[in-house]
């Protein structure tokens, strides 16, 4: 019997060559695919599409990775902070994903931008730019610190992530600038002031999202979480 199909999103970017010129390219970091494989998932890189359906008839499971700023527009807001590394393609697409995943009951996890997408696919809202007001923990824009920085989360008690990660309250990387407030009619399972840090399905529709980068993290707890997407996967495919 072959593995459960885990589908990724990548993201796509214009980016400059060593020569000077720019080049076309999907990008995703290949921590994703080696937590889904670690898990025993077969990874699948998905390229924007405009098919969903389609799409997800191949699949077990999905991860929406990270990547760049979700444009406001996607929940009714106009644009009062600078965005960043913005893809309308790729906010449609992956926006189309979560909502059809959902209609399916499709496997899903969401990690930093993916849970933002599932937020905003669910009637959520974002902020735009994360300032001291929000009460979250603001860190400096370099790669050190970036990749260093930790700050401690609670998940709620009985909550479906807190049963994957084995444990309530730990800690956590914080590689964003925007971040959820309000996440539609999913429920957040950790706050920090006024943003969301993780969140999930209400009901039987196996779907966690988090702000977080756990395949960014060597903490090994993290892999719990693409634990959990390959598990419920399996599942699915067993129906």
């Known amino acids: 019997m072959r593995p459960p199909v885990i589908g990724l999103t990548a993201f796509r970017r214009d980016l400059p060559t060593y020569l000077g010129e720019r080049t076309d390219l999907y990008t995703l970091d290949p921590n994703y695919t080696d937590g889904v494989t670690r898990a025993g998932g077969l990874p699948l890189i998905l390229p924007h599409n405009d098919d969903p359906r389609a799409v997800l008839d191949l699949l077990d499971g999905l ?18 902070a600078e965005l960043e590394d913005t893809n309308s393609g790729a906010d449609l697409w992956e926006l189309a994903l979560a ?25 959520g809202t974002m902020v735009q730019d994360l300032r001291p007001e929000h009460g979250h923990p603001l860190i400096e824009s370099t790669p050190a610190a970036l990749m260093g920085s930790r700050h401690d989360i609670e998940l709620a008690a009985g909550s479906r992530i807190a049963g994957v990660m084995g444990r309530t309250a730990f ?21 920090i002031g006024a943003v969301v840090e993780a969140l999930e399905a209400p009901g039987d529709w196996p779907a966690i999202g988090v702000q977080w980068h756990p395949e960014k993290m060597a903490e090994t707890e993290q892999q719990a979480l693409f634990a959990f997407v390959v598990s419920a996967a399996r599942a699915y495919a067993g129906h």
């Open 63 to 80: 991860v929406l990775t990270g990547g760049g700023d979700l444009h406001p527009e996607h929940y009714g807001a106009t644009t009062d």
């Open 99 to 123: 909502r059809e995943a959902r209609e399916r009951g499709l496997p899903v996890l969401g990690i930093c931008r993916g849970m933002q997408a599932l937020a905003v696919a669910a009637g």
């Open 171 to 191: 800690a956590v990387n914080s590689i964003h600038h925007q971040a959820v407030v309000d996440p539609g009619d999913l429920i957040a399972t950790a706050t």
